[in-house]
């Protein structure tokens, strides 16, 4: 079974750090792109950043340019999204996706479960 | 940044009837060689994550029943549940997926009438 498994969520104060993961299995990580989205308290879905197969592109929504990092490990089927100056904006459900198809552009075929991460004083 | 926007926000329809969903790109979507439309459809039921339900504008998912369709080319598509179950309620989203930043819309409530 394809599957996508994050942590790392927890509460944290405004301006803190807090890194992501998500372990992936059932099916060979290294062919897809891989992203994050997430999705504040009532509120719709947003994307935040997405990468290639081998890291060396990265792309990430504006609001957490400079703050976010996504990265990735192939030989542990890992995705990560290291988390700078927290703010409360970002508090939201963080899942990871995984592109429906190994080309550069595709829908989101698999979903995680989410893990959550609350900023706040 | 592209825009997407759903219409209308929530949706009540009876059981066994259709529903219908909008969405529109603020730009054409109709892209690549293979002249396809870069649009997916999610499912969300409360407290899971989103589905694929739909690719390339009208492509069902495996798994995906069939009274699921997508249709609809370039700026306008929509998602059509032809016979509404209860397993149905859920917020629909679609999304572009030529672009970056990706873009989802504003998001579909579907409630039973």
């Known amino acids: ?121 | 940044d592209i825009v997407m926007t759903q219409s209308p926000d929530s949706l009540a329809v009876s059981l066994g009837e259709r529903a219908t969903i909008n969405c529109k790109s603020s730009q054409s979507l109709l892209y690549g060689s293979n002249n396809k439309n870069y649009l997916a459809w999610y499912q969300q039921k409360p407290g899971q994550p989103p589905r694929l339900l739909i690719y390339w504008a009208s492509t069902r998912e495996s798994g995906v029943p069939d009274r699921f369709s997508g249709s609809g080319s370039g700026t306008d598509f929509t998602l059509t549940i032809s016979s509404l179950q209860t397993e149905d309620v859920a917020v629909y989203y679609c999304q572009e997926y030529y672009f970056t930043p990706r873009t989802f819309g504003q998001g579909t409530k579907l409630e039973i009438k």
């Not at chain 1, 996706?97 to 991460?117: D, H, K």
Request: some cysteine; glycine content about 10%.
């Open chain 1, 1 to 121: 079974e394809e599957q996508l498994v994050e942590s790392g969520g927890g509460l944290v104060q405004p301006g803190g750090s807090l890194r992501l993961s998500c372990v992936a299995s059932g099916f060979i990580f290294n062919n897809y792109w891989m992203a994050w989205v997430r999705q504040a308290p009532a509120k719709g879905l947003e994307w935040v950043a997405n990468m290639d197969q081998d890291g060396s592109q990265k792309y990430y929504v504006g609001s957490v340019e400079g703050r976010f990092t996504i990265s990735r490990d192939n030989a542990k089927n890992s995705l990560y999204l290291q988390m700078d100056s927290l703010r409360d904006e970002d508090t939201a459900v963080y899942y990871c996706a995984r592109w429906r198809e190994s080309r550069a552009n595709a829908a989101f075929g698999i979903w995680g479960q989410g893990t959550v991460v609350t900023v706040s004083s």
